[in-house]
């Protein structure tokens, strides 16, 4: 074999080595950040109005809500209209602390019957879809509660109460924050396998370490 065949021959198994390695890493990277991942994908069906970030796809809220074992809360708009349930929800409810709150503990969907600013056709196609599944039509300023299958469990008309009374109607009076769900981040693999090995193992616990232990389980002191 000659000089340049040997040279190929190398040259061929370090990219075939290399390509190896890339497919590994990938593999396992995909496995310690297989959340985000999913989180990823699920924000297509996200958008970002009135400072808040809500759904637009009841599927991929009912996958969320089944996950994190949350209710779904719809809002139902019509954004643009005047002197309305719908424009005094959005100056109103919307910017409120407790109503923030709701958005935190439930998972919200809002559907907006005028459309809104840089509508996709597959939004349009979801909201079109939950406006006939619940019977929304022409009626804004609706708000509705679902467990994480979908069933609607209350309906609210919102006539100009106070967010707290809305809030309360809505939940039948059962209205507990909770924690907003967490958006998971990028995780480092190496780091990860690291870390589990440490848990693995357990700490390694040193001499003078194991006596102060005892010495705080039986109140004396050794003086060492």
């Known amino acids: ?14 990219i075939k080595l290399a390509l190896g390695i890339a497919v590994v890493y ?18 297509k069906y996200e958008v970002s109005r009135y400072g808040i970030i809500w759904n637009t ?16 809360m719809i809002v139902y708009i019509r954004s643009g209209a005047k002197h309305d349930a719908s424009e005094y929800l959005i100056s ?3 910017p409120s602390t407790q109503f923030r709150k709701a958005t935190e503990t439930y998972i919200p969907l809002l559907i907006d019957a005028s459309g809104g600013p840089e509508e996709s056709a597959r ?30 469990l209350s309906r609210v008309q ?26 998971p981040g990028v995780k480092d693999p190496f780091a990860e ?3 589990k090995a440490r848990e693995l193992t357990g700490p390694t616990v040193k001499k003078n370490e194991e006596n102060t232990r005892v010495e705080e389980k039986w109140g004396f002191s050794t003086g060492l």
Do not use: C, H
């Open 57 to 72: 796809n009841l599927s991929a809220a009912k996958r969320t809500a089944a996950k994190y074992n949350r209710n779904i």
């Open 26 to 43: 990938g593999a396992v990277w995909s496995y310690f950040n297989w959340d985000y991942i999913l989180e990823k994908f699920g924000a």
């Open 193 to 195: 396998s690291e870390k």
């Open 92 to 94: 109103r409810i919307f």
């Open 123 to 152: 939004t349009k196609q979801n909201r079109d879809e939950i406006v006939k599944a619940y019977d929304l039509w022409n009626r804004p300023g609706q708000l509705l509660l679902l467990d994480a299958t979908g069933r609607e």
């Open 1 to 14: 074999m000659g000089v340049n065949d040997s040279a190929r021959l190398l040259l061929t198994r370090l």
């Open 158 to 183: 919102y006539s100009e109460q106070p967010v707290s009374e809305l809030i309360s109607e809505l939940s039948g009076g059962n209205f507990k924050p909770l924690p907003p769900i967490p958006r």
